[in-house]
């Protein structure tokens, strides 16, 4: 009889270990440095913000989504490096792009006056708890100044 009990009791442990977690919240850049700067392809290095809104630690293997910048895509951006998150955290993922000179072009009257602009994140994540591994999609958008004279000094903003 106890013997049915634990396995009941191991079953609903598992079953409510096992929620399906959250898609991550997109909070903004909190830095952004330019690594190489040409007329062609430039190097960017920036630190993403987010939030994991679930009451668990999850593990993040894979990031694969487009930057848009007003609407127009900017870079396409990948992370394929295990980073463990914690509950109910906010937390920062570096992010090392390439983006060609023309896209920047685009918005330069909107950067030099360093008027806020639309960054939108669209792909997938997966995410891992335990054995359980699952791709969500992501969808993000922030307003947010990108002050060009700190990111060509190269310092935070």
Do not use: R, W
């Amino acid at each position: 009889m106890k013997s049915n009990h634990s396995i009941l009791i191991l079953f609903v442990v598992l079953l409510t270990s096992c929620a399906a977690p959250k898609p991550f919240i997109f909070k903004g850049l909190s830095s952004i440095k330019v690594e190489k700067a040409s007329f062609g392809k430039n190097l960017f290095n920036a630190q993403f913000l987010y939030e994991n809104p679930n009451k668990f630690e999850v593990t993040l293997k894979k990031i694969d989504c487009d930057i848009l910048l007003n609407n127009q895509l900017l870079t396409h951006y990948a992370l394929d490096t295990i980073f463990v998150i914690p509950a109910n955290a906010s937390f920062q993922l570096p992010a090392k792009m390439e983006i060609e000179l023309s896209s920047l072009l685009k918005n330069s009257v909107d950067i030099l006056f360093n008027k806020p602009m639309k960054i939108n994140v669209k792909g997938n994540a997966t995410l891992s708890k335990g054995l359980f591994t699952k791709t969500l999609p992501i969808e993000f958008e922030v307003e947010q100044k990108l002050n060009l004279g700190s990111i060509l000094s190269g310092s935070k903003y």
